[in-house]
């Protein structure tokens, strides 16, 4: 499952703006998106990754992605670096 992905990585940013810089930057390897996050706040990000490369996984809420990620609050976005 995409969560434990999430869970394993070594190197992870979340939300949008931190996600955001690590794609720029050419880290990130992989970005998660909640579907039941805002499409006015991940549509940048999925487009980012579109014009970079990054692959896209679609996960199915916020909850369980901050949770994956070890915050006690929903995360609409999360991206995991290379190694």
Request: proline share 1%.
């Amino acid at each position: 499952m995409s969560y434990d992905k999430v869970k394993q990585a070594s190197k992870i940013r979340i939300g949008t703006k931190q996600a955001t810089r690590m794609i720029e930057l050419g880290e990130a390897t992989e970005v998660f998106v909640a579907k039941d996050a805002d499409p006015r706040l991940t549509g940048k990000v999925v487009n980012l990754c579109a014009k970079r490369g990054v692959k896209v996984t679609y996960v199915d809420s916020m909850k369980q992605l901050g949770k994956a990620c070890g915050i006690e609050v929903g995360a609409a976005v999360a991206a995991v670096a290379t190694e």
